[in-house]
C-alpha cells in the first residue's frame, strides 16, 4: 500500500531551465496539494487539485508556475526558467476528500523533491 | 498572509519531562485542526488531530487541546522522549490547509 510518492527525490537545473516534478496520491485519494518549503521556513501553501481541476492556486506564483493532474497519472507541478529562488523543498499531500474540515481531510505528504537551481 | 502561527521557532525539553508546543490562528472559518511531525530529508507525517467541536483529543502520549474563543491550540507530549525530536507544524483547516512555520522539538536525554 504505497504512500504519496514524488519524483525524482533530487533535481538539479540551470537557471532557465524547466523543472518537472511528480507527484502520484495515495490509492484511493484524488485531492492533491503541494507545498515549498524555502530553507529554515515553514510549509507554504502553493495549490490544490483534483482531478482535470484546479481548485485553489492563490499560493502559487503568477509566472512560470503551473500544476496540472490530468484523468490519469500523476499530478505535475511545472517551474518554466527556474531562478536560484526557486531552489527549495517541493511537498506533495493527497487526501481522500477535500474541503470543509473533518477527518477525512487528512493530508498524507510524500517525501518531498528538493529542487536546487545552479 | 499568516492565518496559522507558531511563534516560537525552537523547544528544548529533558527527557521524561512535558514539551508544550503552541499554535495561534486568525481564521474562524477553520474546523479542523491538526499536528505534523517532520524528520529532516522527509516529508510531515500526520500526528494528531481534533475537530472544532472538541477541548481536547489524546493519542497515547500525545495530546492536542483546542480553546476556540482564544483561537489557540496546543500539543503536550508527555513523557518527552529523544526520538520525539523534530519540527512540529500546527495546521489548520477549512476549504483548505494552511500550516504554521513549525516548531523545532530537540528532547535531550
Keep these: 500500500n504505497a504512500g504519496v510518492m514524488q519524483n525524482p527525490r533530487h533535481l538539479v537545473r540551470r537557471r532557465g531551465q524547466e523543472a518537472r516534478l511528480r507527484c502520484s496520491p495515495m ?78 481531510n487528512i493530508q498524507y505528504f510524500g517525501a518531498g523533491t528538493r529542487l536546487s537551481v545552479l | 498572509d499568516q492565518q496559522v502561527k507558531q511563534n516560537s521557532p525552537s523547544l528544548s525539553v529533558q527527557e521524561g519531562r512535558i514539551s508544550i508546543l503552541n499554535c495561534d490562528y486568525t481564521n474562524s472559518m ?32 500525545f495530546t492536542v487541546f483546542l480553546n476556540k474563543s482564544a483561537k489557540h491550540l496546543s500539543l503536550h507530549i ?21 500550516f504554521g512555520a513549525g516548531t523545532r522539538l530537540t528532547v535531550k536525554p
Excluded at chain 1, 63 to 82: C, H, M, W
Excluded at chain 2, 33 to 42: D, G, I, M, V
Excluded at chain 2, 79 to 97: E, H, I, K, T, W
Design chain 2, 30 to 61: 477553520f474546523d479542523y485542526f491538526l499536528w505534523y511531525k517532520k524528520y529532516p530529508a522527509e516529508g510531515p507525517t500526520f500526528l494528531i488531530s481534533i475537530s472544532s467541536i472538541k477541548d481536547k483529543n489524546e493519542d497515547g502520549r
Design chain 1, 27 to 104: 490509492k484511493g485519494h484524488s485531492h492533491v496539494y503541494w507545498y515549498r518549503q524555502l530553507p529554515e521556513e515553514g510549509l507554504k501553501f502553493m495549490v490544490y487539485l483534483q482531478k482535470e481541476n484546479i481548485i485553489d492556486e492563490s499560493g502559487m506564483p503568477k509566472e512560470r508556475f503551473s500544476a496540472e493532474f490530468p484523468k490519469e497519472g500523476p499530478s505535475i507541478l511545472r517551474i518554466q526558467q527556474v531562478v536560484r529562488g526557486d531552489s527549495a523543498a517541493y511537498f506533495c499531500a493527497s487526501s481522500r476528500t477535500g474541503g470543509v474540515g473533518v477527518a477525512k
Design chain 2, 78 to 98: 508527555v513523557p518527552s522522549q529523544p526520538g520525539d525530536s523534530a519540527v512540529y507544524f500546527c495546521a489548520a483547516s477549512g476549504r483548505d490547509m494552511r
